[in-house]
């Protein structure tokens, strides 16, 4: 049997202000969108990073404490303090960092969305 990767989803309590914020906050845009039956978006950068959003509520889903997720989505950016920093002027929540591993020489740091979902990010000496 062969796997496959696609796109991690976050379930939106609000799908269109969460669709929005990712295309203008973080430059992701959307390759297709699904509205009719169920709301459902793909969204990606111009590097490739590729992320889906669907309605919660439209899954049976009710969004509780999102810091709680057992799975994180992490990110890697060129200037993880520019970054973060960008995020929070965007509405976004900058939860750590930026800092530095000196062990492995490499910037990271953690946000949320307007959300409340929890990212890592990294920046590309991570190994």
Partial sequence: MELRAREPVILAADFAALVRWYREALGFRVTRLFEDGFHYGNLETPSGAKLG?????????T??????????LQLEVADVRAFLAHVESAGGAVLGGPSFD?????WFGSFADPEGNPFWVVDERCP
């Fill in 53 to 61: 959003v669907a309605s919660a509520a439209e899954m049976g889903v």
């Fill in 63 to 72: 969004p509780g404490d999102r810091r709680a997720n057992t799975v994180v």
């Fill in 102 to 106: 000196a062990n492995g020489a490499f």
